[in-house]
């Protein structure tokens, strides 16, 4: 390291070189100089090394580190960069800048490159692709604003397309980038001077040239020559590069054994290499660095290849440190001005002396994947300043990117880096604007170029050429991702399809579809599947690359076909090639096998043996499936009809066309019947997926459309017969007598059969009845969707989202959805949860298909109840009749006589002659409903057609005819029809029942047409339509007297359950009257509270003092929720217990900068008025006794050990921390509060002594405690006797007024609130357990307060009882709690607390008036008096009177508070010149504290002004004591207090026993020498003078204020740098919704240490910010995220919905999101309510997944 040190002393030494160095100097000579490259290499030979790279700076503080990169930054800038500016410019840099930007005429291309995750924006509705984007600023100036748009936050690296004409249809520029008319076309280097123009050619290529040789420079010693330094030192760097293989532990570890640094530092070093790609680990002599490269080495080989790891001279990476600066300067120097840019861009793509890729850009293309991630980023960022702003040399750009895109692709695809740092990544820049696609197309053939590129990576095929995917291993799986890139690419050439073509396009189009029908024959027939038989498959087949493949191809075929249809020379070639491929590919089928003949129904054909329970079939067919959607296009654009005779069809072969997509079918549908079991989850898995939205358009929909077209091309007979033959169904209905049932032995045959016999029927009636492909039906492409979403809605009703994930997306991601939806359905608003819903409007159920085919089949049992229940509700038949169809196109018209051909009916007839003998299995219910469906599809065909049809024409279609044919002989049953008339009162079938009579009315209206039409007499007509009214008449009478049946039924049973009942009830009387007695004295407590009785109502309720009124004495019954024994409260009884949970708390904090107290030393006695950490406890209200709880937490305990050693994980909530689930509820809480009983009613009989005798008196028990504690410590009595007043004995032990389980449970709870409240270990002689348990009382009823003045509730009786529980038994509680602890302890409490308001020469520091939270000090003092009020043995004095003299004086206290620290404004208004008396108090006491304190108090002269700040000021106060005295003392509030509103002084008042002019409690002398001592304590003046201090009332504490729109939000975190790792972007920016401040989430950077363990920044804040519990927001999630300590957290719906009333969670969808109010009130008060850690319990025990996340990382 000797070096090193010689080293650091260089600077100094150059110091005084570097002051004395002019760049203006500098810069003259080399203008001068005959070869100024040499100059300039000579000058950074000399100072580069100098400069930079002066040894590691790691080691150093980070603090050592910014004060060398600021030195490196500022000698660069001096040194190097100012010559190149003096040279360039030719004048002062900054004045010359200055000039160049105000001559230059800024392009309308905006260009402003995005950082990771800044929100980007594209116009749903004129963008011309989605990869079209506007930056936050653009899109707030432009049209977009108002249109229908997608927001999302970009990876980095794209820029804003403002200003790019072609990449909107409308509105392109924003109102910053509208384009000049000034605006010039000519050659912006025209603008500049000459001599600046060729000084800036030279420069440019020397620079740019010295920067591409060191960025590409692979010697680690030696340097290009003109750069060697002058002295070579032996100064190395250990250089580590950043891979993908590695993961940040591997790499920590490893630097920690190599360099031997911290952990802080290997995490440092690691994300350094992680964000730069490169990271110099060790800098010292040669063989030092060798070693460290070894052991990196070494330990990484293991798994994977090594780490790469170089040792390299300091010079050589002192100039690429160099080099990179000189680019980002280059990126700055061209920002100026267009004309510099446009020589920059000529500089860089200047053909070298090396001819084909020579040019410089070239070379950094060429060398992308071996240069680290910073350099990379840096020269990407400037091709984009540079080539990718200029248009001229976008396309030159283009052209190059283009012809090396082979050469990039492999280099992307061997280099293990992410693609957004490669050089391919630049395709979506330029392959996305449409002329320079079509250009690149047909001048450089991208597109074959493109798919042959990727044919060549996907090496692996079988024997016959098609693509064969080994196992999907991780290495793969990378392997493919990389791969796919590809098809992106070739997404971006093809997203806009050309409205005018070329011939020279079209050649190039088609050479393209010859390539990618090449790769779809690849696909062909992949991954083919045998049934299993006997024994279930061994290994799962790989399947998942393959539907990877189709996933990702499934846009780029559907993209091919929109090309084709709009030029029909195209559409005709590509048929005729797409039509040689499939035959191609059918010459490679095995078909040839065994010729077979069938004949059913007096037809025959010709068809060969092929069973697909035996042989191969295979789920990918891509080439039938494309010719399938250019067979649509054909009749779509009527070509068909126009140019028949340059169409192949003669050639197509219709059983050829139909066999394999009806093999896949067969497939499915035997799957289905569970045939296909042991093949095992990847056939299901297939089979899902080729059904599945994201892959149906081009698989499943195909297929159908290819039985169609082969349908429409054949013998209807033939038709059916091969697709009887492949189902494997033939012999079924082929026998001689097939109307008879079939029986086989074999049940599961049986039902097999049965199942196939369905899907058969149902494919049937897909082929015959769908129509909405627009090309198949007369619909337009807005009909297909609309019937989509009907048929989603007929389910349920549903989301927006969900109706999207439901639809198809085209090429630009939309769905259509939006034209729509409006139309058919209507939207409800959501609540405060839930989501909006789309309800279907009722005028379309009328379309509803039952046999839709995109239903799966729950969808469909599902859409078949709901549809039936809602025509139950109208009183409407349950028939689903199948809805009108539309019309055929002409290619396809010949479809509809498959629904009257001789097969078809001859199936339908068996059917129907099953159904008629339901005896055995032979057949099915759906079966027949898919029957009853064809018929009435074959109806509604025939009427259509009648009503189409002029009269004259003979209608073609006549299968009412055929349906009453009867059956051919042998089998001589009955017609269709005669069957159906047969089965209408089956009572087996009541459910088809209305569907069979709707057949029978519509046979009946054809007829009547029929009969019209050929015009014979009317009366027949008449006759049927009588015969119709007679058989719907019948109909309602039938279904009358059902109804009628069952409301008999009904009330029948009605009466023998209310008879039951009361049978019961007189059986149980004595129960009954029990409980009637209860609920009566339960009713008469409650109304005390709203109508006191008549002995009371003279005397106002009062809950202190020796007038308060006791509740009735009445027994408290309360039963155990584990045994269910009912027990009474007593003290000396068996304890009962609350289950509880006690958390620290910051809700009401008006401090946060605070740091927390040091838990041992903490001293808890005086809360300070800011709150600033409290102790809460909750309960669910939940009682059990302390024996059963006892035996349920041991049980709670067994099991977590036991789990322990099976599981490393965590539960939902911590045993170790007394934690546990309510055994009820499983609310989460961590201790219980034992139940006390009542406190009695005070004896009236004692008189009440005056506050001045009181004072007197308690000042001289306090001395007697003093000396008394004195003679204990000392042993000795020093001076007099202090005079004892009477009856009271110092050393009395009153007994234990609780049982000794009582007290146990005492201790408990004490002990669990300690232990919280302090995070200290418990003990039990703490003499600060009692202070904690009164500051949680106090502290829980000031929190309840709060959220009832907030919420506007009544102070008393709005409750839920769980709170009021909690609270009555929290204060009994806290009022017994003294019994558990010495005497000694609470005697020197209450001593040091009366000592804060009676001054006490004995006590000593005691805080001053401001300093003191009034009313946790009057909780404290009362509750701490009993303790000294027991050793009072007279008999004479009630502990009532000293609650009212304690509360008066604090009272006093309290309004001096306000008035110290009250600020007015002077508002003049008209007074009255005479007050209120209150008024006047209220001013003579504010100035008998401003003569007491000087000039400290602001003069006030408005008495009224005053006496507001006062009463509101000391009202929380008020209603915080009339609560606690409430619980405390069971007294019943009066009625005032019971209702709404906030105008209740008087009552609350006299309830507190105080005087509605609580100023008169001032008037006390004695009072005004204690007021004037409270003002002499030398804390209030430093307090006032200090500010800061708090003001009263307090004002709620709020969440922060959320912007309205999400993008903002992210706007801002996109901006928020990480606070750690100098100025890098955050990964997860979240934002603390309790103080606003933003965190770096989830990253090592921000870690930090807190006992002893790593957590993220967000755990961190929690501890200073919530105490331990937090609630964030999760910017690039839009995740609102609650924690709660290191191991509970959980993720709750943000407050941010989008127009549908939906959250969007990982902002995923990119709809615009704007602030919902309610659901972010809702938040807040969970927060105010403390009932954050409960939520996250129940979340955690709803979903163990949550249980396992480390939130401590976040």
Known sequence: MAAAHSDRDQPSALCSEFLSFSAKDTASRWLVAADLQQEVYCHLAMYVPRILCLGLSGGGSSREEQREEQREELACQLLLLAPLEWLLLGEEPAAGLALLQENNQPSPLCGHVFKVGEPTYSCRECAADPTCVLCMQCFLGSVHKEHRYRMTTSGGGGFCDCGDAEAWKKGPYCHKHTPTATYAQEDPVAQLPADLVARGYSIFSIILKYAVDMLTWEQEEQLPSGLEPLDRGDTYYCMLFNDEVHTYEQVIYTLQKAVNCSQKEAVSFATTVDRDGRKSVRYGDLQFCEQAKSVIVRNTSRQSKPLRVHVMHSSVVAHQCFALKALSWLGQIIQYSDGLRRIFCQVGLQRGPDGENSSLVDQLMLNDSKMWKGARNIYHQLLMNSLLMDLKYKKIFAIQFAKNYRRLQTDFMEDDHERVVSVTSL??????????????????????????????????????????????????????????????????????????????????????????????????????????????????????????????????????????????????????????????????????????????????????????????????????????????????????????????????????????????????????????????????????????????????????????????????????????????????????????????????????????????????????????????????????????????????????????????????????????????????????????????????????????????????????????????????????????????CPLFGSLVNLLQCDVLLAVEGAVLQWAVEPSGGGWTESMLQRVLHLVGVALLEEQQQLENSSGDEDVTFNYTCKITR????????????????????????????????????????????????????????????????????????????????????????????????????????????????????????????????????????????????????????????????????????????????????????????????????????????????????????????ATCWQRYFEAVQLKEQRRQQRLRGHTSYDVENGEFLCPLCECLSNTVIPLLPHTHSPDHSVDHPSLEVWLKMTSQQIAALHSAHRKQSEGVAEGAEPAIPEGFKVDFRPQKPFSSSVSAMITTFSMSTYKVGLKVNPNELDPRVPMVVWSTCAY?????????????????????????????????????????????????????????????????????????????????????????????????????????????????????????????EEVFMDQDSVGSEEEELTCQLYNMLRTHLGSVLPEVTSGWQLLRCVKVGILPFLRSAA????????????????????????????????????????????????????????????????????????????????????????????????????????????????????????????????????????????????????????????????????????????????????????????????????????????????????????????????????????
């Open 427 to 888: 395709s979506v820049q330029l392959f996305t604007v449409p002329t320079m696609a079509r250009m690149l197309m047909v001048e450089e053939n991208l597109m074959t170029t493109i798919i042959r590129t990727f044919v060549d990576h996907l090496r692996h095929r079988d024997l016959q050429g098609r693509f064969q995917f080994d196992r999907y291993t991780a290495q793969q799986a990378f392997k493919f991702g990389r791969v796919q890139s590809l098809i992106g690419d070739l997404k971006y050439v093809l997203i806009s399809r050309p409205s005018d073509w070329t011939d020279q396009l079209r050649l190039k189009f088609l050479e393209g579809l010859d390539a990618f029908l090449e790769l779809l024959k690849c696909m062909q027939g992949m991954d083919p599947v045998v049934r299993q038989v006997g024994q279930h498959i061994e290994m799962e087949p790989e399947w998942e690359a393959a539907f990877t493949l189709q996933m990702k191809l499934t846009p780029i075929i559907s993209m091919i076909q929109e090309w084709c249809s709009t030029d029909e020379h195209v559409l005709i070639e590509a048929y005729k090639k797409c039509l040689s491929a499939l035959s191609h590919c059918h010459s490679g089928l095995p078909d040839g096998e065994q010729p077979i003949s069938l004949s059913l129904a007096g037809h025959c054909v010709d068809t060969f043996r092929y069973q697909v329970s035996q042989d191969k079939v295979s789920i990918h067919l891509p080439v039938c499936r494309l010719l399938a959607g250019l067979h649509v296009l054909l009749s779509r654009t009527e070509v068909a009809s126009r140019f028949p005779e340059q169409l192949p069809l003669g050639e197509l072969s219709p059983p050829l066309l139909i066999e394999l997509p009806l093999r896949c079918l067969v497939l499915c549908a035997q799957v289905h019947a569970g045939m296909w079991r042991r093949n095992g989850f990847s056939l299901i898995n297939q089979i899902y997926y080729y059904h599945n939205v994201k892959c149906r358009v081009e698989m499943f929909d195909k297929d159908i459309i290819m039985l169609q077209a082969g349908a429409s091309m054949m013998d209807p007979n033939h038709f059916l017969m091969i697709v009887l033959s492949r189902f494997e169904l033939f012999h079924i209905f082929s026998s001689a007598d097939c109307r008879k049932r079939y029986r086989e032995a074999n049940k599961d045959v049986v039902q097999q059969n049965n199942t196939l016999i369905e899907e058969m029927l149902h494919l049937i009636i897909m082929v015959v009845g769908e129509r909405y492909v627009s090309g198949v039906g007369q619909v337009e492409p807005f009909d297909e969707v609309r019937r989509e979403i009907i048929h989603q809605l007929s389910i349920r009703p549903m989301a927006h989202s969900e109706l999207v994930k439901a639809l198809p997306e085209n090429g630009n991601k939309e769905t259509g959805l939006e034209r729509v939806i409006d139309s058919v359905a209507s939207f409800k608003k959501p609540g405060v949860t839930g989501r909006g819903l789309y309800e279907l409007r009722p005028e379309w159920n009328k379309h509803f298909n039952l046999y839709f085919h995109h239903y799966s089949r729950a969808d469909q049992s599902k859409a078949e109840e709901a549809q039936r229940k809602l025509r139950r509700q109208n009183r409407e038949d349950t028939a689903l009749p199948p809805p009108l169809p539309p019309p055929l």
């Open 966 to 1185: 009867p059956g051919e002989a042998p089998s001589t049953s009955g017609s269709v029809l005669a069957l159906l008339e047969t089965l209408q009162n089956a009572p087996h079938l009541e459910v088809h029942k209305d569907m069979i009579t709707w057949i029978l009315k519509m046979v009946a209206n054809i007829k009547a047409m029929r009969e019209r039409t050929s015009s014979t007499s009317t009366g027949s007509v008449s006759a049927e339509q009588g015969l119709e009214e007679t058989l719907r008449d019948k109909d309602k009478a039938e279904r009358k007297r059902k109804a009628e049946m069952a409301r008999l039924r009904r009330e029948k049973i009605m009466a023998q359950m209310s008879e039951m009942q009361k049978h019961f009830i007189n059986e149980n009387k004595e129960l009954f009257q029990q409980s009637l007695e209860e609920l009566e004295a339960s009713t008469s407590a409650g109304a005390d509270t709203s109508a006191p009785r008549t002995e009371t109502s003279c005397v106002s309720q009062v809950c202190v003092g020796p007038r308060r009124v006791g509740r009735a004495e009445h027994r408290q019954m309360v039963t155990c929720i584990l045994c269910q024994e009912e027990q009474e409260v007593r003290g000396h009884g068996r304890a009962m217990v609350l289950a509880a949970f006690v958390q620290r708390s910051t809700v009401l904090s008006k401090n946060r900068c605070r740091n927390l107290p040091d838990s041992e030393r903490h001293d808890p006695l005086f809360m300070h008025p800011d709150l600033s950490l409290g102790i809460h406890t909750a309960s669910c209200g939940h009682i059990m006794h």
């Open 1340 to 1464: 829980t009823i000031q929190s309840i307060e709060r959220l009832l003045t907030d919420e506007e509730k009544p102070l008393f009786g709005s409750l839920p009882c769980r709170q009021d529980d909690c609270l009555s038994s929290l204060t009994r509680f806290s009022s017994a709690c003294w019994t558990a602890a010495p005497p000694t302890t609470t005697h020197t409490h209450f001593i040091r607390l009366l000592a804060a308001l009676v001054p006490d020469s004995q006590v000593e520091n005691s805080p001053c008036i401001l300093d003191i939270d009034m009313f946790h000090l009057l909780v404290y003092s009362v509750l701490s008096y009993s303790a000294v009020h027991s050793l009072d043995q007279s008999g004479r004095r009630v502990i009532d009177s000293t609650h009212l003299h304690l509360l008066h004086l604090i009272t006093v206290a309290h309004l001096v508070q306000i008035l110290l620290t009250s600020t007015t």
């Open 1523 to 1754: 609560i606690f005295f409430h619980y405390l003392n069971s007294t019943a509030p009066p009625a005032d207090l019971l209702v709404p509103g906030s105008d209740h002084w008087e009552a609350l008042c006299s309830f507190l026993s105080l005087p509605p002019n609580l100023l008169q409690l001032s008037q006390h002398a004695h009072l005004e020498l204690l007021i004037h001592r409270w003002c002499c304590h030398p804390g209030v003046i430093k307090n006032l003078q200090g500010g800061g201090v708090i003001r009263f009332p307090r004002e709620s504490n709020r969440l922060i204020e959320l912007p309205e729109d999400y993008s903002v939000l992210i706007n801002q975190a996109s901006s928020f740098t990480c606070p750690r790792s100098g100025g890098d972007k955050s990964r997860a920016p979240t934002l603390c919704l309790v103080c606003g401040s933003m965190l770096c989430s989830q990253s090592y950077c921000c870690q930090t240490e807190v006992d002893g363990e790593d957590v993220g920044a967000c755990t961190a804040h929690t501890l200073t910010c919530g105490a331990g519990l937090g609630l964030f927001l999760r910017v690039r999630e839009s995740q609102v995220l609650f924690v709660a300590g290191k191991t509970k957290g959980c993720f709750y719906p943000p407050p941010y919905l989008d127009d549908y009333g939906e959250t969007d969670q990982g902002l995923k969808r990119g709809n615009p999101l704007h602030l919902c109010s309610e659901r972010y009130r809702k938040i807040e008060r969970l927060w105010r309510q403390h009932g954050v850690a409960e939520v996250i319990g129940h979340a955690q025990e709803a979903n163990q997944t949550l249980v396992a996340i480390d939130w401590q990382h976040l």
